[in-house]
């Protein structure tokens, strides 16, 4: 006869579980190379700022909601220049390596549409789990122009 676990606690009333220590957990959890990656734009446009810029408070930093679809095609194509392979494969795209990834994005394809929303996705997390004190917005490249 197998004896029941007991080290979990269980869910309270509604289902739900105790929230685990998001601030202790959040820096962890976020790779090393993240943050000297490029994630958004300085207040005065002047040049990238890094993971590590926008949650310091003495930065003044662009929100991505901020960003102009240029800055925002810059920023993503930062981000996939400094990685060292880019894996994807689409259903109707097929497969996409790094430079038809930064080829796809810089001609604003569909392709390259979707691209983009996946690397937006990613710096929002990145930011949420940097910053949980930072007020987060959500935000789609879809209908900007």
Same mark, same amino acid.
């Given at each position: 006869m197998v @004896?029941?676990?007991?080290?979990?606690?269980?869910?309270k009333k509604g289902g739900k579980r105790p929230a685990p220590r998001a601030a202790a957990k959040a820096a962890r959890s !976020?790779?090393?190379h993240h943050w000297d990656w490029?994630? *958004?734009f300085r207040s005065?446009?002047? #040049?990238? =700022?890094?993971?590590a810029e926008y949650v310091d408070s003495a930065i003044p930093t662009l929100t991505l909601?901020?960003?102009? #679809?240029a800055q925002r095609d810059e920023i993503i194509l930062a981000r996939l220049a400094k990685r060292r392979r880019f894996p994807l494969v689409l259903v109707n795209g097929g497969y996409v390596d790094k430079t038809r990834a930064? *080829?796809?994005v810089r001609h604003h394809t569909a392709v390259g549409e979707v691209i983009a929303e996946l690397e937006l996705r990613m710096m929002q997390r990145? !930011?949420?789990?940097?910053?949980?004190?930072?007020? #987060?917005?959500?935000?789609? =490249? @879809?209908?900007? @122009?």
């Open positions: @004896k029941a676990r007991t080290n979990r606690r269980a869910p !976020i790779p090393s490029p994630v *958004t005065d446009g002047s #040049r990238h =700022a890094t993971l909601a901020q960003l102009s #679809r930064m *080829t796809e990145l !930011i949420g789990h940097a910053s949980p004190q930072r007020p #987060r917005r959500p935000f789609s =490249a @879809k209908g900007r @122009k």
